[in-house]
T-cell receptor, first 113, second 109 residues
Framework: SAVISQKPSRDICQRGTSLTIQCQVDSQVTMMFWYRQQPGQSLTLIATANQGSEATYESGFVIDKFPISRPNLTFSTLTVSNMSPEDSSIYLC??????????FGSGTRLTVV | GQNIDQPTEMTATEGAIVQINCTYQTSGFNGLFWYQQHAGEAPTFLSYNVLDGLEEKGRFSSFLSRSKGYSYLLLKELQMKDSASYLCAVRGAGGKLIFGQGTELSVKP
């Protein structure tokens, strides 16, 4: 399965600022996915990051708030823009490996104050 | 639309067997996954079913019935370290993995 390095692992940010989260995969993958996991809840899909095209966002998530870059087949970033305390959450990236098993980055724990 | 249901929490005794159910109604189905997630950690893969039937892997087994939109995860010989959240996820159109709300399992001595 793919191994994904995600950073930062955690951050505390001021409201109104932006944070960019990075994920590096150890192999080339066509699709990468970004999730949010709010405290005590399951994973909610934010968007699918496609190389060479714009990301595809799920209902309730918009590009202005969560811009995504996918410059190549091993890397993606998610930016959380103009943050408010409601954005405090864990953000995870994921990608399917060669055998179709989806692995996850270690997560970014974001606290907005 | 997508709807994936699992019980919110379950409690079981060390050494026992527990079955966690998952029902789903999704637009498109390309397999069902089970993940384990300990507090503060990323989800880790447990099992994958794409065809009907039972997949066994050590103490963990997973069953799928596509016609019924139903799966379960069976954990045998429960250990204290099995206390975790268990997530059912369906792979739908476009390769997206959509998760249920998760089942918090507490294993008690």
């Amino acid at each position: 399965s793919a191994v994904i390095s995600q950073k930062p692992s955690r951050d505390i940010c001021q409201r109104g600022t932006s944070l960019t989260i990075q994920c590096q995969v150890d192999s080339q993958v066509t699709m990468m996915f970004w999730y949010r996991q709010q405290p005590g809840q399951s994973l909610t899909l934010i968007a699918t990051a496609n190389q060479g095209s714009e990301a595809t966002y799920e209902s309730g998530f918009v590009i202005d708030k969560f811009p995504i870059s996918r410059p190549n087949l091993t890397f993606s970033t998610l930016t959380v823009s103009n943050m408010s305390p409601e954005d405090s959450s864990i953000y995870l990236c994921s990608a399917p490996g060669l055998r179709g098993v989806y692995t996850f980055g270690s997560g970014t724990r974001l606290t907005v104050v | 639309g997508q709807n994936i249901d699992q019980p919110t929490e379950m409690t079981a005794t060390e050494g026992a067997i527990v079955q966690i159910n998952c029902t789903y109604q999704t637009s498109g189905f390309n397999g069902l996954f089970w993940y384990q997630q300990h507090a503060g950690e990323a989800p880790t893969f447990l099992s994958y079913n794409v065809l009907d039937g039972l997949e066994e892997k050590g103490r963990f087994s997973s069953f799928l019935s596509r016609s019924k939109g139903y799966s379960y995860l069976l954990l045998k010989e429960l250990q204290m370290k099995d206390s975790a959240s268990y997530l059912c996820a369906v792979r739908g159109a476009g390769g997206k993995l959509i998760f249920g709300q998760g089942t918090e399992l507490s294993v008690k001595p």
